[in-house]
């Protein structure tokens, strides 16, 4: 079955920097478009940035631009998110979304705290 199982969240300083990882295994990854959501405590759910198939073409929201950065392994079958310049209002848990053959599947998440 499809599983994304996202790591490399933690407590980081302000300006700071973290990586977060996501697996995925039980589908053909290089096929599929992904995605990396966060959810704040209070807020709702919200895309951070996504990635075509071939790694080609890459989005972000507004609020991560130039601060971010999605890649991915697709011989690793793992999607990445680069975080630099860290602000206290990144903190949030951070999920992975893959939209493989029809559904919609999520990580577990892992929480990113950026506080001094």
């Known amino acids: 079955q499809v599983q994304l199982v996202e790591s490399g969240g933690g407590l980081v300083q302000p300006g700071g920097s973290r990586r977060l990882s996501c697996a995925a295994s039980g589908f053909t990854f290089s096929h599929y478009a992904m995605s990396w959501y966060r959810q704040a405590p209070g807020k709702e759910r919200e895309l951070v940035a996504d990635?075509?198939?071939?790694?080609?073409?890459?989005n972000y929201a507004d609020s991560v631009k130039g601060r971010f950065t999605i890649s991915r392994d697709n011989g690793e079958n793992t999607v990445y998110l680069q975080m630099n310049s860290l602000k206290p209002e990144d903190t949030a848990v951070y999920y992975c979304?893959?939209?493989?053959?029809?559904?919609?599947?999520w990580g577990k998440g892992t929480l990113v705290t950026v506080s001094s």
């Open positions: 979304r893959g939209f493989v053959r029809g559904l919609i599947y």
């Open positions: 990635i075509s198939y071939a790694g080609t073409i890459r």
